[in-house]
């Protein structure tokens, strides 16, 4: 018989957050297959496991899963963990379950720390429906070309991104997504430093300048999604011209941008070819 291929979630900071469930599993597997060896192998020993490890990383996923693979089907249980968190969500091991599918080895995950679910559960915007986009691309060309593609995307949108790039990938979404959407950063996750702050995106960005949000560690960035699909339950034209009879221009583009989530400048340039 072969043997079996259990997902084990690990913490994504607190080490005390890993389950019960999941110690027992790593304690009882013949192999853990990790990410990075030297880590892992950290979170065995403040548990108390002595473990085989196997290194399975983004350059010897290939390699690697044919080794995972000879094993699970010679009947040994194989235990696959990444860095930090649930395993493929931006992380290697796509290859090995879909491989381990195939084959008709059982797949059994075990819950745990999420990135992406600690976000979502803190940031205070809909979760109803939720678009994961992992890490932006690097460079300022293509960074900005993915987040235009999002730019009318209703769902909430949730980005990893890291300490060298968090400026410049608001900045980005300032100017692409307005200053006035709503969005959340969270950095350093579960850990002892940790900051979880809702706001506006240019909020936001200010805070990252000023360093009111520190810029060390890792970051999680919610922003809520477009409501321009649901214009016609709220008649924009009519609040721009409502609110420019008490307010400013500017002012009134800024007060419609918070109720409707738009963007101010086209808010702006929209309420002046209303009074034209």
Do not use: W
Not at 225 to 253: F, N
């Amino acid at each position: 018989m072969s043997g079996k291929l259990f997902i084990i979630a690990t913490p994504i900071g607190n080490l005390d957050d890993l389950s019960p469930r999941a110690r027992q599993t790593l304690a009882d597997v013949d192999l853990v297959a990790a990410e990075d060896t030297r880590r892992t192998g950290r979170l065995l020993s403040h548990i108390g496991v002595k473990a085989r490890l196997l290194a399975m990383h983004d350059h010897n996923e290939e390699q690697a899963t044919s080794r995972v693979m000879s094993a699970l089907e010679s009947g040994q249980s194989v235990a696959l963990v990444s860095d930090a968190g649930t395993p493929l969500l931006s992380d290697p091991g796509y290859r090995l379950v879909t491989a381990a599918h195939r084959r008709d080895i059982p797949v059994s995950p075990i819950p745990g720390p999420s990135a992406i679910t600690a976000a979502l559960s803190a940031a205070g915007l809909p979760t109803d429906r939720f678009c994961f986009e992992g890490f932006l691309p690097a460079g300022k060309a293509a960074r900005r070309h993915a987040l235009e593609s999002l730019v009318h995307e209703t769902r909430t949108l949730l980005f990893f991104e890291s300490v060298h790039r968090i400026a410049g990938a608001l900045d980005d979404m300032c100017r692409i997504f307005g200053e006035e959407r709503p969005a959340f950063v969270g950095r350093e996750l579960s850990k002892m430093h940790e900051q979880c702050v809702q706001d506006s995106l240019g909020c936001l960005r200010d805070y990252v300048n000023d360093d009111s949000i520190v810029g060390k560690g890792e970051f999680v960035i919610i922003v809520g999604g477009s409501v321009e699909g649901s214009e016609s339950s709220l008649d924009v034209d009519r609040l721009l011209e409502a609110l420019a009879t008490k307010l400013s221009a500017k002012d009134a583009a800024r007060v419609a941008a918070r109720a409707t989530g738009l963007s101010r400048n086209e808010l702006y340039e929209r309420l002046l070819k209303l009074k034209k």
